[in-house]
């Protein structure tokens, strides 16, 4: 099936061809719907925090801090922002002239309330010899438009959202980045005033992105007195995954080359993987507010990474009392409570178990990574959710699952789904060493079976895309998880333009 050339162009990407038949076989048997059990609730499965446990949850991570631990704040911050300027590039290609709808409309009755509304007037006075008060007097509503997607322009239909100006300050005006920059030097600070954050981006804006740390970090450094550590990744090539046709081979372009797309989100388990932390913080790159907003978002950051390290604090106890060797049934059952109760981990063959087999069984659970997981009350954003699902060795957890990883065809499932009362924000932290220091193998944690398949079309021609197991899905699915209950205040998503017009934006 593979010829020369192909394999040549495996080797350069780093795919072995081992992995391109489990791909294709992917494609032959596809993926399995998850067995779910319930949707997680604050009744069982969801921690609600009361305001006095907020303040012992924030002391413990300042106290976390003061250990000089090495923190970093991870935002996945890849591809073109194309999407959010979805219906700006429709009135673009409409055959009317001006505002038809009430997006369009909204969009030009506030345009002057947009932080790159400055930025963009300077444009068309530039390219059109007018401004923007005129062009719209004029009619000539798409000059403004086109000023603001196009090359010519500003170019916000092919930049990353990183990049974009999001906010407006009375000094100055603020892209998606530099308030991730400021965020972070908030919660993510240690004692000695070092702050770290790592951008996932695309090869062709990554030199965009250094250039605007270079402009701007000296600012937020004096600002906030820390000093930042800002790093870069992009996804792996070796993470790309083989297109196939309708008859599940290999698709091959015009020149009979082999096509591969991005893995997905997924993928970025691997740059996860490469980061030397011993907490990372993950949320996305469009979910920012000014600072006049952020007192909310940053208590509650304190708060799961204080939720965080408690319960880290407990695993690393058991495990170096299961390590000590002396231990009590009493203990051994404390250790169960804790895996059922706080980890919400349940397992029906435990009470076969003879103590030597229980101990194994927990140290087992133990020695994974740890997630704790804002999770907000639904409102109807898009978004995974939180469930109670089975696991491959039969034990249940809790896991953050899409609506494609569930069989809405079953009656049963389907309620369970209707059910749920939160979603997930994307709103993680994460602790990714062994008591001793060591750094977990992220990929071992991966369940290979939560991929899911789309279809695609290129040059005129239909095919299937493999992407990986999400981020915060598949790929932690082996993890420890903690699900908290965030306020709604916390997510403030930029999927389109106008989102940007919300009170929490402005």
């Not at 979910?287 to 950051?301: E, G």
């Amino acid at each position: 099936m593979l010829n020369a050339n192909d394999l040549q162009q495996l080797a350069a990407k780093g795919i072995s061809e081992e992995q391109i038949n489990e791909q294709l076989a992917c494609f032959v048997k596809g993926f399995p719907f998850l067995e779910i059990t319930a949707s997680a609730s604050v009744e069982k499965g969801i921690m609600v925090i009361s305001q006095e446990q907020q303040a012992t949850y924030m002391n413990a991570w300042d106290n976390y801090l003061a250990q000089n631990k090495k923190i970093v704040k991870f935002v996945p911050a890849s591809g073109a922002a194309s999407r959010m300027f979805k219906n700006l590039f429709e009135f673009l290609s409409a055959d009317y002239t001006a505002p038809g709808n009430a997006f369009e409309k909204k969009f030009f009755d506030e345009i002057t309330k947009f932080a790159f509304y400055k930025a963009l007037n300077n444009k068309c006075l530039e390219n059109e010899g007018k401004d923007i008060p005129s062009l719209v007097e004029n009619g000539n509503y798409k000059a403004v438009v086109a000023n603001l997607l196009e090359e010519k322009g500003l170019n916000y239909g092919q930049l990353p959202k990183g990049l974009l100006l999001f906010h407006t300050y009375p000094d100055t005006v603020r892209t998606a980045m530099e308030e991730h920059l400021a965020e972070g030097a908030i919660y993510a600070k240690n004692n000695a005033g070092e702050v770290n954050i790592h951008f996932t981006v695309s090869p062709e804006h990554q030199a965009l992105f250094e250039q605007l740390v270079a402009d701007k970090k000296n600012d937020y450094e004096d600002k906030f007195s820390v000093n930042y550590d800002v790093s870069f990744s992009v996804q792996k090539p070796s993470t790309d995954t083989i297109a196939a046709d309708m008859e599940n081979r290999p698709f091959r372009d015009k020149n009979g080359k082999l096509l591969f797309r991005p893995g997905g989100h997924g993928a970025l388990i691997e740059n996860l993987n490469d980061v030397d932390a011993d907490v990372v913080f993950i949320k996305n790159i469009d979910n920012v507010v000014p600072d006049s907003f952020k007192c909310s978002t940053v208590i509650f950051k304190k708060v799961i990474a204080g939720v965080l390290v408690s319960i880290q604090q407990k695993i690393f106890d058991y495990l170096a009392l299961i390590e000590g060797g002396k231990y009590t049934h009493t203990q051994i059952e404390e250790m169960i409570h804790f895996l059922q109760n706080d980890l919400c981990i349940k397992n029906p063959d435990t009470k076969y178990l003879e103590d030597a087999e229980l101990v194994l069984y927990i140290k087992n659970k133990l020695q994974r990574p740890l997630r704790v997981c804002g999770m907000v009350k639904n409102v109807g954003e898009p978004g995974g959710g939180p469930f109670l699902a089975v696991n491959p060795d039969d034990t249940v957890s809790l896991q953050i699952l899409e609506s494609s990883q569930i069989d809405l065809n079953d009656p049963d499932k389907k309620a369970m789904f209707e059910q749920g009362t939160h979603f997930n924000p994307v709103d993680l932290v994460c602790a990714l060493k062994d008591p001793n220091g060591n750094k977990y193998n992220l990929p071992d944690f991966v369940d290979k079976n939560t991929g899911f398949i789309s279809y695609k079309s290129k040059d005129g021609r239909e095919l299937k895309a493999l992407e990986l197991p999400g981020l915060w899905n598949g790929a932690m699915s082996d993890w420890n998880t903690i699900f908290v209950e965030v306020p709604i205040e916390t997510f403030n998503p930029v999927k389109t333009v106008n989102d940007l017009l919300r009170p929490e934006h402005q």
